[in-house]
């Protein structure tokens, strides 16, 4: 495997996301600016597990209730599974009292961010492609859905690595559901070292549903995503 991630490794992240649940034109983002600590628990050429825990968390623009839930999360943790085959989200280690919804949300952001080449000799216009798993705890109102990203290495440095990627999202309600199918799609940039691993990352993300109260389809969620890194 390309990364090489020290043993007992310990750094910390600054991510910060931005959500529009409807129109961008018409809904003001949420924005929310989480620090975590980020820690290599086991490292091998196989398989590297990685510990992150959520240090701070500020919105300052969200409700009362939402600030007292995000209060809540501070502490919990979850974890990622680095391998050959690509990067997998663990369990959350610890529940907390917070919303499950943002460790969760999180975990998937960082996962998408490990987007690292299965084979250790690379070059600049190398490109692969990846089917994401999807959870099998979906909503009662989701039928089906399925997920693909096309991957291409864009700059090397020694030791650093840059990438960029798009990815699309499909998904099939039931009879129940009140916004008919829905579409999504975004692109990311990755920069990576091997022996740190991320150090930026910037994504963003657009869904679309084909709503019955109109012929075109409408924006339900926009996301923008800021990962940063430091010692």
Same mark, same amino acid.
């Given at each position: 495997?390309?990364?090489?991630?020290?043993?007992?490794?310990?750094?910390?992240?600054?991510?910060?996301?931005?959500?529009?649940?409807?129109?961008?034109?018409?809904?003001?983002?949420?924005?929310?600016?989480?620090?975590?600590?980020?820690?290599?628990?086991?490292?091998?050429?196989?398989?590297?597990? =990685?510990?992150?825990?959520?240090?701070?968390?500020? !919105?300052? /623009?969200?409700?009362?209730?939402?600030?007292?839930?995000?209060?809540?999360? =501070?502490?919990?943790?979850?974890?990622?599974?680095?391998?050959?085959?690509?990067?997998?989200?663990?369990?959350? /280690?610890?529940?907390?009292?917070? %919303?499950?919804?943002?460790?969760?949300?999180?975990?998937?952001?960082?996962?998408?961010?490990?987007?690292?080449?299965?084979?250790?000799?690379?070059?600049?216009?190398?490109?692969?492609?990846?089917? %994401?798993?999807?959870?099998?705890?979906?909503?009662?109102?989701?039928?089906?859905?399925?997920?693909?990203?096309?991957?291409?290495?864009?700059? =090397?440095?020694?030791?650093?690595?840059?990438?960029?990627?798009?990815?699309?999202?499909?998904?099939?309600?039931?009879?129940?559901?009140?916004?008919? %199918?829905?579409?999504?799609?975004?692109?990311?940039?990755?920069?990576?070292?091997?022996?740190?691993? =991320?150090?930026?990352?910037?994504?963003?993300?657009?869904?679309?549903?084909?709503?019955?109260?109109?012929?075109?389809?409408?924006?339900?969620?926009?996301? /923008?995503?800021?990962?940063?890194? !430091?010692?």
């Amino acid at each position: 495997m390309w990364i090489e991630l020290p043993d007992r490794a310990v750094r910390t992240l600054s991510v910060t996301t931005e959500h529009i649940l409807g129109d961008p034109g018409v809904y003001p983002p949420l924005a929310c600016q989480v620090t975590l600590t980020e820690e290599v628990e086991s490292a091998g050429t196989s398989t590297t597990r =990685i510990i992150y825990e959520i240090k701070t968390i500020q !919105s300052p /623009k969200s409700s009362a209730e939402m600030q007292r839930k995000f209060e809540g999360a =501070i502490g919990a943790s979850f974890e990622l599974l680095l391998s050959e085959r690509g990067c997998i989200l663990g369990a959350p /280690k610890t529940d907390g009292s917070g %919303p499950l919804w943002l460790l969760s949300s999180l975990g998937e952001d960082l996962r998408t961010a490990w987007v690292v080449p299965d084979q250790a000799e690379f070059e600049i216009g190398t490109t692969w492609q990846e089917r %994401p798993a999807m959870p099998r705890d979906m909503p009662d109102d989701i039928q089906s859905a399925s997920a693909k990203a096309q991957h291409r290495v864009t700059s =090397i440095d020694g030791d650093w690595l840059e990438i960029q990627s798009a990815f699309e999202l499909s998904l099939k309600l039931t009879e129940r559901g009140s916004r008919g %199918p829905l579409h999504g799609g975004g692109k990311q940039k990755a920069r990576l070292h091997r022996t740190q691993g =991320i150090v930026e990352a910037h994504k963003e993300t657009r869904v679309l549903a084909n709503l019955a109260s109109g012929p075109e389809p409408a924006a339900i969620l926009s996301m /923008k995503l800021k990962v940063l890194t !430091s010692a």
